[in-house]
């Protein structure tokens, strides 16, 4: 039996630094727009900014699980059952955040009376597959609200258990995701 | 558009003042649910003011707002404004207001009724005026800043209601110069 490889596959690891900056900067953006910019014509200017890169998120996290579900994962460094347990559930929690995220939004989009017109990077018009309708989008917007709360929060997590690797328990866990070298897994 | 608030004035017919584009804005409000208020304003326009001092109601004013001069503030929202859900200028380059009736409340107030026409579409509108002159130079400009609501639905721009209010407030800012 082989053993695992020490890191994950290079394109695991692009996709999981890339994705971290786009949702970082969507979040970041999502709270500035909606809390701090008091300027109509700037928050329509960001509003319509997060939108697409909203939409790429989605299409990355997709992306990505998929090259995650065929690839397999490094040697884990956690030995307790409830760690890895603890580890796993974070992981996918993070995955269902980052599918349920852009997807409320779009569903804000598709389904608010204040239907504006997105475009996907200079050529593809968004499409909306639902009427508008003011309920669904009050739905959608709380739920949108409170994922990002969550996100952030795991975000948090997430980036609190990788210094704890790193730093406290200096597993290694981080090189995983990290190192530099070649992919170990030519499926990918 | 109106009169100066004295009598014997030497001008005593309906006479057809410059317009000041200087000191003239065509600008609007509206608000909108979990978005700040908007502000916007039109940057071309043409209008025509005539006063008369001895019979106020003989006065008239016209504006023929260009529809596409509407500045939000930024060029996407800008044309979002622009597009087929809002001012649909496109299909509706101008808009106008023309009066019908013009009538002295106060010796610095007036009411103005006439018709806007909007998206195809002409309905009364009521604006109240206030007029202010320089004593200085009383005979030569006045002021005037008039405000009104407009019920955008009743146009037709039934867009974004309710979360975007159908009133839009509208304030015209002017100055009449008899420099002739």
Redesign the interface.
């Known amino acids: 039996m082989n053993e695992p490889a020490a890191i994950w596959p290079l394109p695991i690891r692009i996709a999981h630094w890339l994705s971290a900056a786009l949702v970082i900067s969507l979040l970041v953006l999502g709270a500035v727009m909606v809390f701090a910019?008091?300027?109509?014509?700037?928050?329509?200017?960001l509003t319509?900014i997060h939108k697409p890169l909203g939409i790429l998120a989605l299409i990355f996290t997709g992306a990505r699980a998929c090259c995650r579900l065929c690839s397999s994962a490094p040697k884990i460094a956690l030995t307790s059952r409830p760690a890895v347990l603890a580890a796993k559930a974070a992981h996918l929690a993070l995955y269902l955040l980052l599918f349920l995220m852009p997807l409320s939004g779009w569903l804000m989009v598709t389904s608010?009376?204040?239907?504006?017109?997105v475009t996907l990077f200079g050529f593809v018009d968004l499409p909306f597959p639902l009427a508008p309708d003011?309920a669904t989008y009050n739905a959608a917007r709380t739920t949108h609200l409170v994922l990002s709360i969550a996100l952030a929060l795991m975000v948090v997590v997430h980036t609190g258990a990788a210094m704890v690797h790193q730093f406290l328990w200096r597993d290694g866990t981080l090189t995983r995701m990290w190192g530099l070298g070649r992919s170990p897994d030519p499926r990918c | 558009m109106l009169w100066l608030p004295h009598s014997g004035h030497a001008a005593n017919r309906s006479q057809s003042w410059r317009i000041d584009e200087a000191q003239t804005s065509i600008a609007f409000k509206i608000d909108?649910v979990g978005?700040?208020?908007?502000?916007g304003h039109f940057g071309h326009y043409t209008g025509k003011i005539l006063i008369d001092f001895d019979r106020p109601a003989k006065s008239f004013t016209n504006f023929t707002v260009d529809a596409t001069s509407v500045d939000?503030?930024?060029a996407?929202?800008n044309d979002?404004v622009k597009?087929r859900?809002l001012l649909n200028v496109e299909r509706f380059p101008t808009m106008a207001f023309a009066s019908t009736q013009v009538e002295k409340l106060d010796a610095h107030t007036a009411r103005v009724i006439g018709n806007l026409t909007m998206l195809g579409v002409s309905r009364p509108l009521t604006l109240t005026v206030d007029v202010e002159t320089n004593a200085a130079n009383q005979e030569n400009a006045v002021s005037f800043t008039a405000k009104g609501t407009i019920v955008r639905s009743e146009f037709g721009m039934t867009?974004?209601?309710?979360?975007?209010d159908d009133a839009i407030e509208i304030t015209v800012k002017t100055r009449a110069l008899n420099d002739e």
């Open positions: 910019v008091a300027d109509p014509a700037r928050r329509f200017e319509q608010t009376p204040i239907r504006i017109p003011l | 909108a978005f700040p208020t908007t502000h939000v503030g930024a996407s929202f979002f597009s859900a867009f974004g209601i309710p979360l975007i």
